[in-house]
T-cell receptor
Framework: GAVVSQHPSWVICKSGTSVKIECRSLDFQATTMFWYRQFPKQSLMLMATSNEGSKATYEQGVEKDKFLINHASLTLSTLTVTSAHPEDSSFYIC????????????FGPGTRLLVL | AQKVTQAQTEISVVEKEDVTLDCVYE???????LFWYKQPPSGELVFLIRRNSFDEQNEISGRYSWNFQKSTSSFNFTITASQVVDSAVYFC???????????FGTGTRLTIIP
């Protein structure tokens, strides 16, 4: 149990385009999902927390209009990087928790974004 | 504020050796959770263990064991008879009861030399 998927695993895009990343909990209902960003050889940086059906809560310094998060169902959250620029290139990881798995965050495999 | 310190940035050991990864935490919460995650080169974070603050029993799972000592605010992780597949970055993390957020340490990169 506790499987979280992410799609796509890799994305390369041109500067100025928008990129959508999906995060799905496959075998449990995720009342809360989290989005993290990780730079090479660094720890995870929490970007935002989203609860199903409500607006995401962003961490200080994270631009809400730049990183749009939608948590429309108990199994799906999306992160859209709008008007991506090279500095947005990074490894984005989602996690989910919910139901009987409330105390533990389970992570997806991550999405590597490269903006040219 | 919560803080997790993993003082060992990188560790290399020869295969079959035992290795201990240190984790020291700070929190004002009286109840909290501690976690260890493994991040192999593929990037996915794999959940290894969760420990409640009121349960100081050590835990063993195969070649893995965890030593939780509240008196020293430490939650160390030992791999016995290490294998090449254990090569990864290991993160220790902390969250308060009812607090959704995880506070991560900076990670320890473990390399097992064949």
């Amino acid at each position: 149990g506790a499987v979280v998927s992410q799609h796509p695993s890799w994305v390369i895009c041109k500067s100025g385009t928008s990129v959508k990343i999906e995060c799905r909990s496959l075998d449990f209902q995720a009342t809360t999902m989290f989005w993290y960003r990780q730079f090479p050889k660094q720890s995870l940086m929490l970007m935002a927390t989203s609860n199903e059906g409500s607006k995401a809560t962003y961490e200080q310094g994270v631009e809400k209009d730049k990183f749009l998060i939608n948590h429309a169902s108990l199994t799906l959250s999306t992160l859209t990087v709008t008007s991506a620029h090279p500095e947005d290139s990074s490894f984005y990881i989602c996690s989910a928790r919910g139901g009987s798995l409330q105390e533990t965050q389970y992570f997806g495999p991550g999405t590597r974004l490269l903006v040219l | 504020a919560q803080k997790v310190t993993q003082a060992q940035t990188e560790i290399s050991v020869v295969e079959k050796e035992d290795v201990t990864l240190d984790c020291v935490y700070e929190t004002r919460d009286t109840t909290y959770y501690l976690f260890w995650y493994k991040q192999p080169p593929s990037g996915e974070l794999v959940f290894l263990i969760r420990r409640n603050s009121f349960d100081e029993q050590n835990e063993i799972s195969g070649r893995y064991s965890w030593n939780f000592q509240k008196s020293t605010s430490s939650f160390n992780f030992t791999i016995t008879a290490s294998q090449v597949v254990d090569s990864a970055v290991y993160f220790c993390a902390l969250s308060g009861f009812g607090n959704e957020k995880l506070t991560f340490g900076t990670g320890t990169r473990l390399t097992i030399i064949p």
